[in-house]
């Protein structure tokens, strides 16, 4: 199945990348007083409310096939 | 986020014991059809994982802030208007716990296609209270939290861990979650029938890639189990109107990558995009991009398109020409697409720095959905709807 060759790519690569780290000793690039501009909020995608969150989760669900992976907890919806 | 001295290398390594632990404690509790293709993500992630987490020290984990939030919700479109508020209340004790209660609801008045087709229009109510707790310990955040939502015919609840740790200088992020569900099913003069069970696995991770550049990877897969449809709905065979019959196991996979950047002082752009497939054969890709920019002091302004297809599940029909085991016209199982462009906008109010900071919400979206295989029995023609969705929301932190 073709999906399942891209997600074992992905994996391998992420796999690779981090695992890297231990052959070869790679330094954080990015240094803690570098990192002013990612605390901003443009910097975290809306809606960083959980509750809107959840509202849009929950009408998305309960409307379209597909469900998951957006980093928002499912669950507790009647979906009848 | 506080940095930590590299000595504290030795509880990334425990930790890298346990997460590992962890995952393999998820292969052994999965369905068995889910088994095979979850512990071969499972076993080069555990790797890619234990690699990282022992080769960079760790950084200490805050709570989140003390936080409360009201929200009036609106979904208005295809006969279906379902409005209401809700609550929620975040409250830390000793910097070491923070506790979460929430409540909403749901107002629902029902004149769908399916109903107006198939039965009469009706109106409802859904409540939903939740509960939560998040401990931080170390480089990590463990959360436990428990749902219970309420109507008449139907009663879920949910009972969720997820588990956050920063490695890698407080570069990457990684996020693993479990959520147990168990629903009741009923109808309306008959009383509950059946079950629902849902399984659902989460793993996220999220890179800093530069000082203004972000990427994650969530997957998420999910299995249920039990009665899968509603006791409502027909489906049609020859013409003529049957109830539908899905299958009562399902089993899904989702991949979703995301990438955020901060384009020019104080302006961001994104885009993700999401592959899912599952057991009934639907598959669907998701698409997203938008972009944040802070407006004077007081206005953070929001603006994002998205675009959603799917193809049908292997038992959906819009009129079936043969008698099969499972047969649905659910259209949420059919082919189709939605296109949704929004805008959000957040005013603060008032920041107190070190105190307490109040801001207001206006978040709208207009969904369109266009049927490639659901006809409107009523005009013969293949249906098509657009919703408007809207939610005001004061937020304060304290």
Known sequence: MTARRIV???????????????????????????????????????????????????????????RGANGVQGGGCGCN | ?????????????????????????????????ARLR?????????????????????????????????????????????????????????????????????????????VVTTASPFKETRKEYAVGADYAYRDALLSLSYSNSDEPDYKAQGLSIDASQEVFGSMTTVKLGFTRGKDDVGKKDEGFF?????????????????????????LEAVSDEG?????????????????????RTRSSRAVKFSAIGEIMPRTSVHADYRYFWDTWDIKAHTFEVGGSRNVGESFLIDGYLRYYKQSAALFYSDNAPVETTYISRNRQLSTFNDITPGV???????????????????????????????????????????????????????
């Open chain 2, 38 to 114: 979850w512990t071969r993500w499972c076993a080069p992630l555990a790797g890619a994982l234990g690699g990282a987490l022992s080769s960079s020290p760790a950084a200490a984990m805050t709570l989140p802030e003390d936080n409360a939030e009201a929200l009036y919700h609106l979904y208005d479109g295809g006969g279906v208007t379902a409005q209401g508020p809700a609550l929620l209340v975040r409250k830390s004790l000793f910097d070491k716990v923070s506790l979460t209660g929430s409540y909403y609801v749901d107002m629902v008045s029902n004149a769908s296609i399916d």
């Open chain 2, 194 to 218: 059946d079950y629902a069970k849902h399984w659902r696995y989460r793993l996220g991770v999220t890179q800093i890639l530069t000082p203004s550049w972000l990427a994650s990877v969530n």
């Open chain 2, 1 to 33: 986020m506080r940095a930590v001295p590299t000595a504290c290398r030795g509880a990334a390594v425990a930790a890298t014991s346990a997460l590992r632990s962890a995952l393999q404690a998820l292969g052994r509790v999965l369905p068995a059809a």
């Open chain 1, 8 to 66: 074992t790519m992905v994996v391998l690569a992420l796999g690779a990348s981090l695992t890297g780290c231990a052959i070869k000793p790679i330094e954080p690039w990015v240094k803690p007083y570098e990192r002013e501009r990612l605390a901003d909020p443009v910097m975290k995608v809306a809606p960083r409310e959980s509750l809107a969150a959840k509202h849009n989760e929950h009408i998305r669900e309960v409307r379209e096939g597909a």
């Open chain 2, 227 to 247: 009665f899968l449809g509603s006791p409502y709905r027909a489906a049609r065979v020859f013409g003529t109107l049957v109830p539908e019959r899905n299958p």
């Open chain 2, 344 to 398: 959000r906008v957040t005013y603060q109010y008032k920041h107190v720095p070190g105190q307490y900071e109040i801001k207001g919400h206006l978040n709208y979206e207009y969904q369109r959905y266009k049927f490639s295989d659901f006809t409107d029995i009523r005009t013969g023609q293949l249906y098509s709807y657009g919703a408007h969705v809207l939610q005001l929301l004061v937020t304060a932190t304290f």
